[in-house]
Structures are given as structure tokens and as C-alpha cells.
């Protein structure tokens, strides 16, 4: 059974870091694309990061610059490394993972193109 993991949420002042794991079991994760998405209140669920079975990643503009996503094949553990954290930033976070054909750069970060998700960590930023 697929089972995707979440931690390292928090709360940090503005300028503040947090990395977020997200610990995969059920499957070679090796052989997916990962992304992680936010959410916050009364909000859509959007694409924040992502990254693909080659290592290649892609970033939301909002992002770019601050956050930083990885993965650690041998641990089964996906990363986001956030620095210079804004309270826009504040929302809960989510990783997912998918293993279908996905032709597109919406491959990176499109909430309908992945099926696994974790149940989320929040992160709250105060200024």
C-alpha cells in the first residue's frame, strides 16, 4: 500500500526557514514524479515544487529563488528546503507522487497529474 509521510511543518517569523520531509513507502519512488503543494484557507490546492524520476525540477514563481526541493533515493524521502519564508508562505503542505506518463511542463506541478498524496504538515509564517 502506497503511504506518503509529511513532516517538519512549523511556526516561523518571516525571513525564517523549515525543510519538509516526506517519507515514501509501497513503491520504487525512484521511478515517480514528486511534487509538493500547498493550501491555505479557502484556497485551491496548487503546485509549489516538483520534481521528476530524472532529478529534473520545476518551481512556482512564488518560490523560486527561496525554496528548493530534492530527494534522497536511497532513504525514500523527498525534500523541500524553504529559506526566506514569507506569511504568504503560511498554508498546509502536501507531498504527492505519481508514477504515470506525463507529457507537459503541468507534469511538474498540476494537481490533477498526481494520485498519491500524504495528509499534510502545516507551516504557519508570522510577520
Known amino acids: 500500500q502506497v503511504q506518503l509521510v509529511e513532516s517538519g511543518g512549523g511556526s516561523v517569523q518571516a525571513g525564517g526557514s523549515l525543510r519538509l520531509s516526506c517519507v515514501v513507502s509501497?513503491?520504487?519512488?525512484?521511478?515517480?514524479?514528486m511534487g509538493w503543494f500547498r493550501q491555505g484557507p479557502g484556497k485551491e490546492r496548487k503546485g509549489v515544487a516538483g520534481?521528476?524520476?530524472?532529478?529534473?525540477?520545476d518551481y512556482a514563481d512564488s518560490v523560486k529563488g527561496r525554496f528548493t526541493i530534492s530527494k534522497d533515493n536511497g532513504k525514500n524521502t523527498l525534500y523541500l528546503q524553504m529559506n526566506s519564508l514569507k506569511p504568504e508562505d503560511t498554508a498546509t503542505y502536501y507531498c504527492?507522487?505519481?508514477?504515470?506518463?506525463?507529457?507537459?511542463?503541468?507534469?511538474?506541478?498540476?494537481?490533477?497529474?498526481?494520485?498519491?498524496w500524504g495528509q499534510g504538515t502545516q507551516v504557519t509564517v508570522s510577520s
Open positions: 504527492a507522487a505519481d508514477r504515470r506518463a506525463c507529457v507537459g511542463s503541468d507534469c511538474y506541478r498540476g494537481v490533477p497529474h498526481f494520485g498519491d
Open positions: 509501497g513503491y520504487t519512488y525512484s521511478n515517480y514524479r
Open positions: 520534481i521528476d524520476s530524472n532529478g529534473r525540477t
